[in-house]
Structures are given as C-alpha cells and as structure tokens.
C-alpha cells in the first residue's frame, strides 16, 4: 500500500515545533542565566565598594563655651549678640561693682590701720624694753645700797654697844655716846631707804615687764588684723575682678541668653561661643563597625540639600566606650548593638560649615589621611 502523505506532513511540522520550543527554551535559558551572571557582578561590585567605606550622618560640632558669672550682679556692659565674632581676651560682659569697689576700699582701710597699730605696738616694746632695763639697774643699784648700808648699820651698832659698855664704866662722857647711838640711827635709817629703793625697783621691774607682754600682745592682735584686712582685701579684689568677663577663645557667639540691665546670679549662661576655626563631625558608629576604622583614616563630608558640598577629613578620635544603643533587646537572647563616638576633623577654610548642621560622612577603610 502506498504511504499516506498526509501523515507523513503532520509528523513533519510536529517534529518542526518541538524544535522551535526547545530552541525558545534554550533562548530564554540562556538569557536568564546571563541576566543572573549580570546581577550577581553588580551585587558583587556593589558589595566590594561597600565595603571599602562606611557611610553614615554626622552633626557639625564645635569646642564650645558657656560664659557665666562667678559673681551675682546687674549687667552694665554687653557688647556681643549673636552672630558676632570675639577675640580671645577682648572684654564682652561687665557687672556693676560699686559694692564691691567700697569693700576694696574698706579693706585697704583696714590694712593701713593694722599697719599703724603694729607701728605702735613696736614702739611700746621699744619703751617698755627701756623701762624693763632701767628697773633692772635700779634693782641692783639698791641692791648694792642696801648691802653697804647693811653692813654701815651693823657698824654703828658695834660701836654704839662698845659706847654704851664704856660710857657704864664712866670711861667716855655723855657726848660720846650720843654721837655713836646717832650714827647708828642714821645707818638703820639709810638701810631701809635702800631696803625701800628696791622694792619700789623690783616693783618698776614687774610694770615694765607687764607692759612689755601687753605690747608684745597688742603686736600680735596687729599682725593678726593685718593678715585679716588683707586677706579680705584680696577677696574683695578677687571679686571686683570677676565681674569684668573676658572672652577665654576666639569664636562666634551662638548664643546670648541676658541683656544688659538684667540680674545675672553665679553659673548661669550668659552667652555661648562656639570656635568656628576648629570645626569637627561628630557621628556615631554602631559596634559592629567601629573596629574596622582608624585613626587618620580618610573622610569625606558632604551637606545635604542642594548644595551638596565636599569637605576632606580625617578621623581624629575614636570612643573608647559605648554611648548608647541603636537597636534594644525586644527579643531575648540577642544583644542590644551599641555606638561609639567618632570625631572627624574637617577642612573648612572658607567657614561654610555651622555647628549643629546635619551631614553625610563617608570614612574609608585601611585608607590613612595623607597617604594613597
């Protein structure tokens, strides 16, 4: 029998289409695939670039002060408001400071007068030292008046008692004792006026030392005062000092809090300056990073808006300790991820940057300022 063309031409285009459904497959395989490879490398490179930074927002910092009085007083003087530029050691706040002027005064006063009081203190030791050595002399001329008058009196008695004994035996008249009983009278007499003289020396000798250990006392409370007046005289002076306030750093005032005629009491801010000349970004970089940056490390600083501007950089410093936590532990069993501080010195000449902007900071990894 003869074969069936039409059969034939059916198995003919069945066998055609199965070839173009494997060819289609094979196509749309092989593109998948490729695409696959595509993403990978893209995912790869993207991985690798990554990698070789770390990218994260940063606030501009700087070395700030608060200014604040040490003293309670009324503002008579206050050039700065914000915005304006100081210079270390130029004059920005000013306290009224009568009171304190006349206690200034009053110290000094005080110390003029304990000055004098040592003057006079000193001159009465002088005296009463003179008058303590007189008394001594005078102690010891009596003392050798009556020792010569004792011995004149025992004298005159011998011969008054031998005139006596003779004149019983009629051997000398009436006269003759007279005479030695008078020069006996007159030797008794004169001992006691010694005797007498030396108490009274003894006596001067006490006043004299007496007055000599109330000005030695007198110099003592002098000295004492003097130290007192001036010590309170440098207090005084101390505070009369701090109610001028001198800038401590040349910077921008960013802040001004009183104004002039206001009350200001001890510590609180008056004004706040920020040194615009030593700006930094301050990021915090989460635990699981921080040890793969380094010190000098490469950073890049970028604004956002739409200026979007370039700063260089480097890594300054980084914390020693965790500040705070990131992601808290609302599972248990997993730990909370902690940050550290890490300061970014910045390139700024032209001042651009203000404290407290907001900024992106890129910081490179093994890649060391200064070096490529």
């Not at 002399?137 to 008695?157: C, F, P």
């Not at 104004?259 to 915090?284: A, F, H």
């Amino acid at each position: 029998m003869p074969k069936n063309p039409v059969k034939k031409g059916k198995l003919k285009d069945k066998s055609l289409l199965v070839h173009n459904i494997m060819k289609k497959r094979w196509f749309y395989g092989a593109t998948i695939f490729f695409l696959l490879i595509i993403a990978l490398t893209i995912i790869f490179i993207q991985k690798g670039r990554r990698s070789e930074s770390i990218r994260t927002a940063g606030i501009v910092e700087g070395i700030e002060v608060n200014i604040s009085s040490k003293v309670a007083g009324r503002i008579s003087y206050l050039r700065c408001k914000e915005g304006d530029a100081v210079r270390k050691g130029n004059t920005i706040v000013k306290l009224e400071a009568q009171d304190l002027q006349a206690s200034v005064r009053q110290a000094s006063a005080g110390i003029d007068k304990a000055k004098a009081n040592i003057r006079v203190s000193l001159s009465a030791i002088v005296s009463s030292k003179a008058a303590l050595a007189s008394a001594e002399a005078d102690i010891a001329s009596a003392e050798a008046d009556m020792e010569k008058y004792r011995v004149q009196r025992e004298e005159s008695k011998r011969e008054m008692d031998r005139a006596k004994s003779l004149f019983e035996r009629e051997v000398i008249p009436q006269e003759t004792l007279d005479i030695t009983v008078a020069n006996y009278d007159v030797a008794v007499a004169s001992h006691n006026a010694s005797e007498a003289k030396l108490t009274t020396a003894y006596s001067k000798r006490d006043a004299a030392r007496a007055q000599l250990n109330m000005a030695e006392s007198q110099l003592f409370l002098a000295k004492a005062g003097l130290r007192e007046s001036e010590a309170i005289l440098l207090y005084n002076r101390v505070k009369l000092a701090d109610t001028i306030i001198k800038s401590p750093l040349s910077g921008t005032v960013v802040f001004k809090a009183l104004e002039k005629g206001e009350t200001v009491s001890p510590g609180t801010t008056m004004l706040t300056i920020v040194d615009m000349n030593n700006l930094y970004v301050r990021v915090d970089i989460e635990e699981t990073l921080v040890d793969i940056i380094m010190l000098d490390a490469v950073a890049t600083i970028r604004t956002e808006g739409e200026s979007k501007r370039v700063f260089k950089g480097r890594v300054s410093e980084i914390g020693r300790y965790a500040e705070f936590a990131t992601q808290r532990d609302v599972l248990r069993g997993r730990q909370d991820i902690k940050t550290f501080r890490v300061k970014i010195d910045i390139d700024d000449p032209a001042g651009i940057l203000k404290p407290g902007m907001t900024v992106e900071a890129e910081i490179m990894k093994g890649e060391k300022h200064g070096t490529r």
